[in-house]
């Protein structure tokens, strides 16, 4: 069947900082205002959908080929695209970094298995001429990659933009300059040592936003370009698994580091979804849990004070699957230590602390050791790991993972166990591994 009918563009960037959230977040929001926009993210973040679906009024979803495939991106966008006029794709990086030296992951990666158009961002600041040698690099180095526009950031006078334009047209380069916007840091997001702040935590500044892009870039091109989006054909491999089952979502300012296309595939196969928040909630009446990752750290006092902990480790020490991602891990084990030791849920036999040095930053893939909740023995999954915190793990510690790349809880290991509940660093997504052997777990719970 028709994979969509939408127009759509990747905002990709030269390198990492150069304003690709700035410019796709300000397409989004000035598309916006008279469109259906749907917006995307490349790569594993958490945060930055966050701003995308606060300002589009839809749910952001990201585009990873290494935890997705190929196959896995493409069905994600059919899903997703359906209903909407424009897709924006916010790029990670520059263009074509991705999984170590390969395109794998890589913003040029998903336009390539989208066949979609580019406008390549470029930090303008302190150069001129050579911005026509970096297009030029960059349009050459592999021509299957479709740039069809730039837009430069942090540019200087109109005489700086014109000599730019100049350059790029004296060096033969038919690429046009669709926008130049000049440096403007009230729009920008405040950052914390994971990423920016969460959406939620400031004022997105939406109409600002949209101001200032509709002033500096051509809307007519950006549009124009996005025609240019040819779709696919591709038929959906559905399961055919149906669960009965009520999960538990923990949600809220210590727990948001979720994938929506996590929740969409639990629904499409029967599951209630129950959102709560361990910080101010009872433990809802459900059939399993799941905790994301998140920033618990910055919570702790609340975490401890709330009597919901004690209920989630009754409830696991019930045999009620239990499954928890990063932040959760540091929540379900006997204590936090941040300014201060906190007690935390007490499921797990081990402890935590903050670091001030990042402790696990990339992609992983682990070979599941042993039964879980969430894997059979023998699985290999695919996920991505990103934390300040240790753990330190009681001598008899069950893992369930054995790392074939990452760093995990510790020596290669992760996915510590106990009773049904198993909590790791390691993030996955539903593509590379499904939640149906959780949500037969949470059956087999409900139905004792």
């Not at 759509?8 to 397409?27: F, Q």
């Not at 100049?166 to 040592?193: C, T, Y």
């Amino acid at each position: 069947m028709p994979i969509t009918k939408t127009k759509a563009l990747l905002i990709a960037g030269t390198a990492s900082g150069v304003g690709k959230t700035t410019v796709a977040t300000g397409l989004m929001a000035a598309l916006g205002k008279n469109h259906i926009v749907q917006p995307f993210k490349v790569g594993p973040d958490f945060i930055d959908p966050g701003h995308h679906t606060q300002i589009c009024g839809r749910p952001s979803r990201n585009l990873d080929s290494f935890m997705m495939g190929e196959r896995g991106v493409l069905e994600t966008f059919v899903r997703a695209s359906r209903g909407a006029d424009f897709c924006i794709i916010e790029g990670v990086m520059g263009l074509f970094d991705g999984l170590d030296s390969t395109e794998i992951a890589s913003s040029a990666h998903i336009a390539k298995i989208l066949d979609a158009p580019i406008l390549l961002v470029i930090n303008a600041h302190g150069v001129s001429r050579s911005i026509a040698a970096i297009v030029r690099g960059f349009s050459e180095f592999d021509r299957s990659v479709n740039i069809q526009g730039i837009i430069l950031n942090n540019t200087g006078s109109d005489r700086h933009i014109n000599i730019i334009r100049d350059s790029l047209h004296g060096a033969g380069i038919k690429i046009p300059v669709i926008g130049a916007l000049p440096g403007n840091k009230e729009l920008s997001i405040p950052s914390r040592h994971l990423g920016l702040q969460m959406a939620g935590e400031n004022d997105p500044k939406t109409s600002e936003l949209a101001n200032f892009i509709e002033q500096h870039i051509n809307m007519d091109s950006v549009k124009t370009i996005a025609e240019n989006f040819r779709a696919h054909d591709i038929d959906f491999k559905e399961s055919d698994a149906r669960f009965n089952v009520k999960i538990g979502i923990a949600n809220d300012n210590a727990f948001c580091f979720y994938y929506q296309v996590t929740f969409d595939a639990l629904k499409r196969s029967g599951a209630e979804l129950i959102f709560f928040s361990p910080m101010n909630d009872a433990l809802p009446k459900v059939d399993g849990l799941y905790l994301g990752g998140g920033y618990p750290e910055l919570f702790a006092k609340e975490l401890e004070a709330s009597g919901t902990r004690h209920e989630i480790k009754k409830a696991a020490e019930d045999g009620m699957p239990v499954y928890g991602e990063c932040g959760a891990l540091l929540y379900l084990c006997n204590s936090l230590t941040t300014d201060k030791t906190y007690k935390m849920a007490g499921v797990l036999g081990a402890s935590s602390r903050m670091t001030g040095k990042l402790q696990g930053l990339g992609y992983t893939e682990a070979e599941v050791i042993m039964d879980s909740p969430v894997a059979k023995k023998g699985k290999v999954i695919r996920g991505h790991e990103f934390h300040y915190s240790v753990t330190e793990c009681d001598r008899d510690a069950r893992f369930v993972y054995k790392l074939k790349r990452g760093k995990g809880i510790i020596e290669g290991q992760d996915g510590l166990m106990e009773y049904n509940t198993m909590a790791s660093y390691m993030h996955t997504h539903p593509a590379s591994n499904s939640f149906d052997e959780f949500m037969r777990q949470c059956s087999k719970y409900k139905s004792r």
